[in-house]
Protein backbone atom coordinates (compact mmCIF):
# COMPACT_ATOMS: atom_id res chain seq x y z
CA UNK A 1 0.00 0.00 0.00
CA UNK A 2 1.48 3.33 -1.03
CA UNK A 3 2.26 5.70 1.98
CA UNK A 4 -0.45 8.34 1.23
CA UNK A 5 -3.08 5.43 1.72
CA UNK A 6 -1.59 4.04 4.87
CA UNK A 7 -1.25 7.85 6.37
CA UNK A 8 -5.05 8.20 5.89
CA UNK A 9 -6.17 5.28 7.47
CA UNK A 10 -3.78 5.91 10.42
CA UNK A 11 -5.26 9.65 10.57
CA UNK A 12 -8.54 7.99 10.74
CA UNK A 13 -7.71 5.64 13.20
CA UNK A 14 -6.54 8.26 15.19
CA UNK A 15 -9.25 10.60 14.98
CA UNK A 16 -11.46 7.18 16.16
CA UNK A 17 -9.68 6.61 19.33
CA UNK A 18 -11.48 8.86 20.87
CA UNK A 19 -14.94 7.40 20.17
CA UNK A 20 -14.18 4.02 21.18
CA UNK A 21 -13.57 2.85 17.43
CA UNK A 22 -9.79 2.44 17.25
CA UNK A 23 -8.39 -0.59 16.14
CA UNK A 24 -4.04 -1.24 16.53
CA UNK A 25 -2.38 -0.79 13.20
CA UNK A 26 0.47 -2.59 12.51
CA UNK A 27 2.67 -1.65 9.62
CA UNK A 28 5.15 -3.60 7.59
CA UNK A 29 7.76 -3.29 5.49
CA UNK A 30 11.49 -3.01 4.54
CA UNK A 31 14.02 -0.88 6.14
CA UNK A 32 14.15 2.26 5.05
CA UNK A 33 10.53 2.75 3.25
CA UNK A 34 8.88 5.07 6.20
CA UNK A 35 7.22 3.57 8.57
CA UNK A 36 8.14 5.53 11.53
CA UNK A 37 8.15 8.67 9.71
CA UNK A 38 4.81 7.91 8.56
CA UNK A 39 3.63 7.46 12.50
CA UNK A 40 5.58 10.96 13.09
CA UNK A 41 4.40 12.73 10.44
CA UNK A 42 1.11 12.22 12.31
CA UNK A 43 2.05 13.48 15.54
CA UNK A 44 2.94 16.65 13.79
CA UNK A 45 0.08 17.05 11.83
CA UNK A 46 -2.46 16.89 15.04
CA UNK A 47 -0.04 18.55 17.67
CA UNK A 48 -0.72 15.30 19.81
CA UNK A 49 2.16 13.35 21.73
CA UNK A 50 4.02 10.73 20.61
CA UNK A 51 5.16 7.99 22.25
CA UNK A 52 7.74 5.99 20.35
CA UNK A 53 8.92 2.24 22.53
CA UNK A 54 11.30 0.66 21.23
CA UNK A 55 10.61 -3.04 21.91
CA UNK A 56 13.60 -4.55 20.90
CA UNK A 57 15.38 -2.60 23.79
CA UNK A 58 12.94 -3.27 26.56
CA UNK A 59 12.56 -5.86 29.51
CA UNK A 60 8.96 -7.25 30.53
CA UNK A 61 9.36 -5.23 33.21
CA UNK A 62 9.94 -2.36 31.14
CA UNK A 63 6.27 -2.73 30.25
CA UNK A 64 4.73 -4.36 33.24
CA UNK A 65 6.05 -2.53 35.89
CA UNK A 66 8.01 -3.53 38.91
CA UNK A 67 5.89 -5.12 41.53
CA UNK A 68 6.12 -3.40 45.31
CA UNK A 69 4.53 -4.20 48.29
CA UNK A 70 2.04 -2.20 49.60
CA UNK A 71 0.75 -3.48 53.36
CA UNK A 72 0.07 -7.52 53.03
CA UNK A 73 -0.37 -6.73 49.35
CA UNK A 74 1.86 -6.47 46.02
CA UNK A 75 1.19 -3.50 43.71
CA UNK A 76 2.86 -2.98 40.63
CA UNK A 77 4.76 0.45 39.74
CA UNK A 78 2.84 2.08 36.46
CA UNK A 79 5.82 2.91 34.13
CA UNK A 80 6.47 6.23 33.24
CA UNK A 81 6.83 5.51 29.75
CA UNK A 82 3.04 4.68 29.47
CA UNK A 83 0.37 7.13 28.09
CA UNK A 84 -0.62 9.43 31.38
CA UNK A 85 -3.20 12.39 30.86
CA UNK A 86 -1.84 14.42 33.30
CA UNK A 87 2.32 14.35 31.76
CA UNK A 88 1.25 13.41 28.34
CA UNK A 89 -2.13 14.69 27.53
CA UNK A 90 -5.78 13.57 26.89
CA UNK A 91 -4.92 12.49 23.47
CA UNK A 92 -1.49 10.94 21.46
CA UNK A 93 -0.24 8.10 19.65
CA UNK A 94 1.67 4.92 21.09
CA UNK A 95 3.96 3.81 19.03
CA UNK A 96 5.88 0.26 19.36
CA UNK A 97 8.44 0.44 16.62
CA UNK A 98 10.15 -2.66 15.99
CA UNK A 99 7.83 -5.40 17.79
CA UNK A 100 8.72 -8.41 16.58
CA UNK A 101 12.53 -7.54 16.68
CA UNK A 102 11.78 -7.87 20.27
CA UNK A 103 12.41 -11.03 23.06
CA UNK A 104 8.74 -13.26 23.20
CA UNK A 105 8.56 -12.36 26.65
CA UNK A 106 8.21 -8.69 25.95
CA UNK A 107 5.79 -8.83 23.29
CA UNK A 108 3.78 -11.36 25.68
CA UNK A 109 4.12 -8.25 27.94
CA UNK A 110 2.45 -6.04 25.77
CA UNK A 111 -0.80 -8.63 24.59
CA UNK A 112 -2.93 -6.88 27.22
CA UNK A 113 -1.77 -3.50 26.30
CA UNK A 114 -2.70 -4.00 22.86
CA UNK A 115 -5.99 -5.91 22.51
CA UNK A 116 -7.33 -4.50 26.45
CA UNK A 117 -5.37 -1.28 26.55
CA UNK A 118 -4.84 -2.37 30.01
CA UNK A 119 -2.11 -3.57 31.79
CA UNK A 120 -2.89 -4.56 35.31
CA UNK A 121 -4.63 -1.70 36.86
CA UNK A 122 -3.05 0.76 34.53
CA UNK A 123 -5.30 2.03 31.35
CA UNK A 124 -4.01 3.89 27.99
CA UNK A 125 -6.25 6.87 27.80
CA UNK A 126 -9.33 6.74 25.51
CA UNK A 127 -7.68 9.26 23.16
CA UNK A 128 -4.68 7.39 22.44
CA UNK A 129 -4.10 5.52 19.48
CA UNK A 130 -1.84 2.49 19.29
CA UNK A 131 0.54 1.57 16.06
CA UNK A 132 3.07 -0.70 15.52
CA UNK A 133 5.76 -1.54 13.09
CA UNK A 134 8.36 -4.14 12.04
CA UNK A 135 10.17 -5.49 9.28
CA UNK A 136 9.23 -8.36 7.33
CA UNK A 137 10.71 -11.99 8.05
CA UNK A 138 12.77 -11.77 4.62
CA UNK A 139 14.52 -8.32 5.02
CA UNK A 140 17.13 -9.72 6.84
CA UNK A 141 16.14 -8.25 10.18
CA UNK A 142 16.67 -9.56 13.36
CA UNK A 143 13.02 -10.61 13.44
CA UNK A 144 10.75 -13.24 15.66
CA UNK A 145 7.77 -15.21 14.00
CA UNK A 146 4.95 -12.67 15.25
CA UNK A 147 2.79 -15.26 17.07
CA UNK A 148 -0.66 -15.68 16.00
CA UNK A 149 -2.16 -13.83 19.40
CA UNK A 150 -0.60 -11.06 18.77
CA UNK A 151 -1.22 -10.45 15.52
CA UNK A 152 -4.46 -11.32 15.81
CA UNK A 153 -4.60 -7.72 18.12
CA UNK A 154 -3.68 -5.95 15.09
CA UNK A 155 -5.52 -4.33 11.75
CA UNK A 156 -2.29 -5.12 9.34
CA UNK A 157 -0.54 -2.68 6.81
CA UNK A 158 2.23 -3.31 4.45
CA UNK A 159 3.99 0.06 2.87
CA UNK A 160 5.34 0.23 -0.35
CA UNK A 161 7.31 2.87 -1.82
CA UNK A 162 6.04 5.19 -3.91
CA UNK A 163 7.88 7.57 -6.16
CA UNK A 164 4.71 10.39 -6.66
CA UNK A 165 4.61 10.02 -2.44
CA UNK A 166 7.73 10.82 -2.18
CA UNK A 167 8.33 13.79 -4.69
CA UNK A 168 4.93 15.20 -3.06
CA UNK A 169 7.18 14.96 0.24
CA UNK A 170 10.30 15.72 -1.12
CA UNK A 171 9.26 18.91 -2.80
CA UNK A 172 7.32 20.08 0.53
CA UNK A 173 11.10 19.21 2.24
CA UNK A 174 12.96 21.07 0.37
CA UNK A 175 14.92 18.32 -1.58
CA UNK A 176 17.28 18.98 -3.67
CA UNK A 177 15.28 19.29 -7.50
CA UNK A 178 18.61 17.24 -8.68
CA UNK A 179 17.71 14.62 -6.95
CA UNK A 180 13.81 14.70 -7.40
CA UNK A 181 14.69 14.59 -11.33
CA UNK A 182 16.79 11.86 -10.89
CA UNK A 183 14.23 9.35 -9.26
CA UNK A 184 12.01 10.79 -11.48
CA UNK A 185 14.01 9.76 -14.73
CA UNK A 186 14.82 6.31 -12.51
CA UNK A 187 12.02 5.77 -10.31
CA UNK A 188 13.11 1.68 -9.84
CA UNK A 189 15.43 3.06 -7.84
CA UNK A 190 13.91 4.68 -4.87
CA UNK A 191 13.53 1.41 -3.09
CA UNK A 192 16.21 -1.69 -4.64
CA UNK A 193 16.89 -3.81 -2.05
CA UNK A 194 17.83 -7.38 -2.50
CA UNK A 195 18.17 -9.38 1.11
CA UNK A 196 19.79 -12.04 -0.95
CA UNK A 197 22.47 -9.52 -1.99
CA UNK A 198 23.46 -8.61 1.86
CA UNK A 199 23.71 -4.83 1.25
CA UNK A 200 25.41 -2.46 3.15
CA UNK A 201 24.29 0.78 1.15
CA UNK A 202 21.29 0.76 -1.07
CA UNK A 203 18.79 2.76 -2.19
CA UNK A 204 15.50 3.42 0.04
CA UNK A 205 13.21 6.17 0.72
CA UNK A 206 15.58 7.07 4.06
CA UNK A 207 18.68 6.82 2.10
CA UNK A 208 17.66 8.98 -0.54
CA UNK A 209 17.26 11.88 2.24
CA UNK A 210 20.68 10.97 3.11
CA UNK A 211 21.92 11.66 -0.06
CA UNK A 212 20.39 15.05 -0.18
CA UNK A 213 21.82 15.74 2.89
CA UNK A 214 25.36 14.64 1.33
CA UNK A 215 25.02 16.94 -1.56
CA UNK A 216 24.19 20.01 1.04
CA UNK A 217 27.39 19.24 3.10
CA UNK A 218 29.54 18.62 0.76
CA UNK A 219 28.84 21.25 -2.28
CA UNK A 220 32.09 22.69 -1.53
CA UNK A 221 33.94 19.84 -1.74
CA UNK A 222 33.38 18.22 -4.99
CA UNK A 223 35.73 15.68 -4.90
CA UNK A 224 34.32 13.82 -1.81
CA UNK A 225 30.75 14.18 -3.63
CA UNK A 226 31.08 10.79 -5.69
CA UNK A 227 32.19 8.89 -2.15
CA UNK A 228 29.26 10.51 0.18
CA UNK A 229 26.88 10.03 -2.22
CA UNK A 230 28.01 5.88 -2.67
CA UNK A 231 28.15 5.50 1.19
CA UNK A 232 24.07 6.74 1.17
CA UNK A 233 22.85 4.70 -1.42
CA UNK A 234 25.22 2.06 -2.84
CA UNK A 235 28.00 2.08 -5.16
CA UNK A 236 25.97 2.07 -8.62
CA UNK A 237 22.77 4.47 -7.44
CA UNK A 238 25.49 6.94 -5.96
CA UNK A 239 27.63 6.58 -9.20
CA UNK A 240 24.37 7.29 -11.39
CA UNK A 241 23.36 10.04 -9.51
CA UNK A 242 26.57 11.64 -9.82
CA UNK A 243 26.61 11.67 -13.40
CA UNK A 244 23.02 12.83 -13.35
CA UNK A 245 24.07 16.07 -11.68
CA UNK A 246 26.74 16.35 -13.54
CA UNK A 247 24.97 16.51 -16.90
CA UNK A 248 21.92 19.12 -14.87
CA UNK A 249 24.88 21.98 -15.74
CA UNK A 250 23.06 21.84 -19.10
CA UNK A 251 19.84 22.97 -17.81
CA UNK A 252 18.24 26.09 -19.49
CA UNK A 253 17.81 29.16 -16.78
CA UNK A 254 15.25 28.42 -14.58
CA UNK A 255 15.17 31.75 -13.16
CA UNK A 256 14.26 33.06 -17.21
CA UNK A 257 11.35 30.20 -18.08
CA UNK A 258 9.61 31.84 -14.44
CA UNK A 259 9.68 35.38 -15.70
CA UNK A 260 8.31 33.92 -18.90
CA UNK A 261 11.74 34.79 -21.14
CA UNK A 262 11.84 32.73 -23.83
CA UNK A 263 14.14 29.18 -23.41
CA UNK A 264 15.03 26.64 -25.16
CA UNK A 265 13.64 23.02 -24.41
CA UNK A 266 16.42 20.34 -23.87
CA UNK A 267 16.80 17.47 -25.99
CA UNK A 268 17.88 14.69 -23.85
CA UNK A 269 15.19 13.06 -21.82
CA UNK A 270 17.21 13.17 -18.35
CA UNK A 271 17.16 16.92 -18.66
CA UNK A 272 13.48 17.14 -19.42
CA UNK A 273 12.98 15.68 -16.00
CA UNK A 274 15.39 17.83 -14.70
CA UNK A 275 14.11 21.26 -15.13
CA UNK A 276 10.48 19.99 -14.77
CA UNK A 277 11.73 19.47 -11.24
CA UNK A 278 13.83 22.76 -10.31
CA UNK A 279 10.37 24.28 -12.09
CA UNK A 280 8.47 22.67 -9.59
CA UNK A 281 10.56 24.17 -7.01
CA UNK A 282 10.39 27.81 -8.40
CA UNK A 283 7.05 27.51 -7.99
CA UNK A 284 7.39 26.49 -4.11
CA UNK A 285 9.49 29.12 -3.41
CA UNK A 286 7.28 31.99 -4.38
CA UNK A 287 3.76 30.31 -3.58
CA UNK A 288 2.81 32.75 -0.65
CA UNK A 289 5.05 35.84 -2.68
CA UNK A 290 2.82 38.34 -5.31
CA UNK A 291 4.15 37.36 -8.41
CA UNK A 292 2.83 33.62 -7.99
CA UNK A 293 0.28 33.20 -10.18
CA UNK A 294 2.46 35.02 -12.99
CA UNK A 295 4.95 32.19 -12.25
CA UNK A 296 2.76 29.70 -12.30
CA UNK A 297 1.19 30.90 -15.72
CA UNK A 298 4.44 31.32 -17.13
CA UNK A 299 5.44 27.53 -15.94
CA UNK A 300 1.98 26.17 -17.29
CA UNK A 301 2.97 27.64 -20.69
CA UNK A 302 6.79 26.10 -20.69
CA UNK A 303 4.61 22.89 -20.27
CA UNK A 304 2.80 23.11 -23.09
CA UNK A 305 6.05 23.11 -24.75
CA UNK A 306 7.46 19.50 -24.20
CA UNK A 307 7.91 17.07 -26.30
CA UNK A 308 5.79 14.06 -25.19
CA UNK A 309 3.08 15.74 -23.20
CA UNK A 310 2.95 13.23 -20.65
CA UNK A 311 6.08 15.07 -19.61
CA UNK A 312 4.25 18.23 -19.17
CA UNK A 313 0.96 16.33 -17.31
CA UNK A 314 3.98 15.03 -14.94
CA UNK A 315 5.23 18.35 -14.20
CA UNK A 316 1.99 20.16 -14.07
CA UNK A 317 0.75 17.55 -11.33
CA UNK A 318 3.86 17.45 -9.54
CA UNK A 319 2.68 21.13 -9.10
CA UNK A 320 -0.93 20.60 -8.23
CA UNK A 321 0.38 17.90 -5.24
CA UNK A 322 2.97 21.05 -4.22
CA UNK A 323 1.00 23.69 -4.62
CA UNK A 324 -2.52 22.65 -3.94
CA UNK A 325 -5.59 24.99 -5.07
CA UNK A 326 -3.45 28.14 -5.79
CA UNK A 327 -2.49 26.03 -9.18
CA UNK A 328 -5.90 25.46 -10.21
CA UNK A 329 -7.49 29.28 -9.99
CA UNK A 330 -4.75 30.55 -12.13
CA UNK A 331 -6.28 31.41 -15.51
CA UNK A 332 -3.81 29.38 -17.52
CA UNK A 333 -4.09 25.86 -16.16
CA UNK A 334 -7.83 25.95 -17.84
CA UNK A 335 -6.28 26.48 -21.06
CA UNK A 336 -3.13 24.03 -20.36
CA UNK A 337 -5.96 21.21 -19.71
CA UNK A 338 -7.73 22.08 -22.72
CA UNK A 339 -4.69 21.66 -24.51
CA UNK A 340 -4.30 17.93 -23.40
CA UNK A 341 -7.25 16.61 -26.21
CA UNK A 342 -6.97 13.31 -25.00
CA UNK A 343 -4.75 12.66 -22.46
CA UNK A 344 -6.24 12.59 -18.47
CA UNK A 345 -5.12 15.18 -16.45
CA UNK A 346 -4.80 15.91 -13.09
CA UNK A 347 -7.75 15.47 -11.30
CA UNK A 348 -9.02 19.13 -10.12
CA UNK A 349 -10.12 18.28 -6.65
CA UNK A 350 -8.07 19.69 -3.81
CA UNK A 351 -8.14 18.25 -0.64
Request: glycine share 6%.
Amino acid sequence: MKPSAVAAILDREFSAAAGGLHTPVMLWGPPGVGKSDIVRALSRRTNVGLIDLRLSQLEPTDLRGIPFREGDRVEWSVPSMLPDVHRHGNRGILFLDEINAAAPTVTAAAYQLILDRRLGDYAVPSGWAIFAAGNRQGDRGVTYAMPAPLANRFTHYELEPDVDDWVAWAHANAVDPRVIAFLRFRPELLFDFDPARSPIAFPSPRTWEYANRALEKFAAMPELVLDALQACVGRAAGAELKAFIDHMEHLPDVDAIARGESQPMPVPVDLQYGVAAALVRRAVRVARAPEANRVLAHILAYARRFPQREMGVMLVTDLQRAIGRPLIDVPEFGEWAESLGDLIVPDRTVH
